[in-house]
Nanobody, 122 residues
Protein backbone atom coordinates (compact mmCIF):
# COMPACT_ATOMS: atom_id res chain seq x y z
CA UNK A 1 0.00 0.00 0.00
CA UNK A 2 1.40 3.38 -1.07
CA UNK A 3 0.05 6.76 -0.05
CA UNK A 4 0.84 10.27 -1.21
CA UNK A 5 -0.29 12.97 1.19
CA UNK A 6 -0.22 16.62 0.15
CA UNK A 7 -0.36 19.66 2.39
CA UNK A 8 0.07 23.41 2.14
CA UNK A 9 -2.86 24.50 0.02
CA UNK A 10 -4.58 27.68 1.13
CA UNK A 11 -6.21 30.96 0.16
CA UNK A 12 -3.61 33.60 -0.73
CA UNK A 13 -3.69 37.07 -2.25
CA UNK A 14 -2.25 37.77 -5.70
CA UNK A 15 1.50 38.21 -5.45
CA UNK A 16 1.70 35.98 -2.42
CA UNK A 17 3.52 32.71 -1.84
CA UNK A 18 2.70 29.17 -0.79
CA UNK A 19 4.73 26.02 -0.29
CA UNK A 20 3.16 22.66 -1.05
CA UNK A 21 4.52 19.41 0.36
CA UNK A 22 3.85 15.81 -0.60
CA UNK A 23 5.11 12.82 1.36
CA UNK A 24 5.07 9.31 -0.04
CA UNK A 25 4.78 6.43 2.40
CA UNK A 26 4.10 2.72 2.50
CA UNK A 27 5.66 -0.10 0.53
CA UNK A 28 8.20 1.82 -1.56
CA UNK A 29 11.21 0.25 -3.21
CA UNK A 30 12.27 3.13 -5.45
CA UNK A 31 10.80 6.46 -6.57
CA UNK A 32 11.55 7.71 -10.05
CA UNK A 33 10.14 11.08 -11.11
CA UNK A 34 7.88 13.09 -8.81
CA UNK A 35 5.75 15.97 -9.89
CA UNK A 36 2.92 18.37 -9.35
CA UNK A 37 -0.15 18.67 -11.53
CA UNK A 38 -3.11 20.99 -11.24
CA UNK A 39 -6.69 21.05 -12.37
CA UNK A 40 -8.87 24.13 -12.47
CA UNK A 41 -12.67 23.93 -12.86
CA UNK A 42 -13.58 23.19 -16.46
CA UNK A 43 -9.99 22.45 -17.43
CA UNK A 44 -7.95 19.29 -17.91
CA UNK A 45 -5.31 18.29 -15.42
CA UNK A 46 -1.96 19.75 -16.46
CA UNK A 47 1.65 19.26 -15.49
CA UNK A 48 3.04 22.09 -13.37
CA UNK A 49 6.52 20.78 -12.58
CA UNK A 50 8.44 17.52 -12.33
CA UNK A 51 11.76 16.42 -10.86
CA UNK A 52 13.94 13.34 -11.29
CA UNK A 53 15.82 11.60 -8.46
CA UNK A 54 18.97 13.37 -9.63
CA UNK A 55 17.33 16.78 -9.45
CA UNK A 56 16.61 17.52 -13.10
CA UNK A 57 13.49 19.62 -13.41
CA UNK A 58 10.98 20.79 -15.96
CA UNK A 59 8.22 23.34 -15.65
CA UNK A 60 5.12 24.46 -17.45
CA UNK A 61 5.82 27.70 -19.30
CA UNK A 62 3.14 29.45 -17.25
CA UNK A 63 5.03 28.92 -13.97
CA UNK A 64 8.68 29.25 -15.05
CA UNK A 65 10.51 31.77 -12.91
CA UNK A 66 7.80 31.75 -10.24
CA UNK A 67 7.58 28.13 -9.04
CA UNK A 68 10.38 25.89 -7.83
CA UNK A 69 10.13 22.13 -7.38
CA UNK A 70 12.48 20.26 -5.06
CA UNK A 71 12.64 16.87 -3.39
CA UNK A 72 14.14 15.13 -0.39
CA UNK A 73 14.93 11.60 -1.52
CA UNK A 74 15.67 10.40 2.01
CA UNK A 75 12.21 11.52 3.15
CA UNK A 76 10.36 10.53 -0.06
CA UNK A 77 9.01 14.06 -0.18
CA UNK A 78 8.52 16.58 -2.95
CA UNK A 79 7.90 20.30 -2.54
CA UNK A 80 6.54 23.09 -4.69
CA UNK A 81 7.48 26.63 -3.75
CA UNK A 82 5.04 29.00 -5.45
CA UNK A 83 5.86 32.70 -5.57
CA UNK A 84 4.20 35.66 -7.29
CA UNK A 85 0.94 33.78 -7.37
CA UNK A 86 -1.73 34.84 -9.84
CA UNK A 87 -5.50 34.25 -9.86
CA UNK A 88 -4.99 31.89 -12.80
CA UNK A 89 -2.93 29.63 -10.54
CA UNK A 90 -6.13 28.78 -8.68
CA UNK A 91 -6.66 25.02 -8.92
CA UNK A 92 -6.52 21.75 -7.07
CA UNK A 93 -2.88 20.68 -7.00
CA UNK A 94 -2.08 16.97 -7.16
CA UNK A 95 1.15 15.23 -6.29
CA UNK A 96 2.33 12.43 -8.56
CA UNK A 97 5.02 9.81 -8.08
CA UNK A 98 6.32 7.24 -10.55
CA UNK A 99 7.48 4.47 -8.23
CA UNK A 100 7.84 0.78 -7.69
CA UNK A 101 6.96 -1.20 -4.58
CA UNK A 102 9.55 -3.89 -5.36
CA UNK A 103 12.47 -4.75 -7.63
CA UNK A 104 9.96 -6.34 -10.01
CA UNK A 105 9.54 -3.81 -12.82
CA UNK A 106 5.92 -4.88 -13.17
CA UNK A 107 5.24 -3.17 -9.86
CA UNK A 108 6.14 0.23 -11.31
CA UNK A 109 3.18 2.55 -11.65
CA UNK A 110 1.95 6.11 -11.14
CA UNK A 111 0.49 7.12 -7.79
CA UNK A 112 -1.55 10.23 -7.02
CA UNK A 113 -2.33 12.22 -3.93
CA UNK A 114 -5.81 13.35 -2.99
CA UNK A 115 -5.20 16.96 -4.01
CA UNK A 116 -4.88 20.24 -2.15
CA UNK A 117 -6.78 23.42 -3.02
CA UNK A 118 -4.87 26.58 -3.90
CA UNK A 119 -6.97 29.71 -4.29
CA UNK A 120 -5.44 33.01 -5.35
CA UNK A 121 -7.85 35.86 -4.78
CA UNK A 122 -8.05 39.28 -3.21
Amino acid sequence: QVRLVESGGNLVQPGGSLRLSCAASGSIYIIYAMGWYRQAPGHQRELVAAITPGGSTNYADSVKGRFTISRDNAQNTVYLQMNSLKPEDTAVYYCNADLSSSSDYRRRKDYWGQGTQVTVSS
